[in-house]
């Protein structure tokens, strides 16, 4: 089912997305493709918790997308999957994010 979706929002965007890393209600999906001029990180947090394929089952509470230059594909975009996977293997880390007031706050935590 997600490679079916996956390839129709490519269709429709041009931007290959990869499976989204999904830890503690916290999801962090990830694409790449040339139309994207300079590699950006957005974060958002839901009024409403959504579901999401994750591996505990828990709804999504927070996103952090990532949208990644054709340029960046390798270096960039594995360095900062790998950043914010070390951060989610932490259960306090998590809480934090969870918690945090704003997005700064969040940038802060996972540049610790």
Do not use: Y
């Amino acid at each position: 089912m997600f490679k079916k979706l996956q390839l129709k929002k490519h269709a429709l965007t041009g931007i290959s997305f990869m499976l989204p890393l999904v830890v503690a209600s916290i999801a962090i999906p990830h694409g790449k493709s040339l139309s994207v001029k300079e590699t950006t990180v957005a974060i958002g947090r839901l009024k409403n918790e959504t579901e999401w394929e994750s591996v505990d089952g828990k709804p999504v509470k927070l996103v952090v997308l990532l949208a990644v230059n054709e340029a960046d594909k390798t270096g960039v975009h594995v360095k900062l999957l790998s950043n914010m996977a070390r951060k989610l293997a932490s259960e306090e880390n998590c809480k934090r994010l969870l918690d945090a007031k704003d997005a700064d706050e969040i940038i802060k935590i996972f540049g610790e």
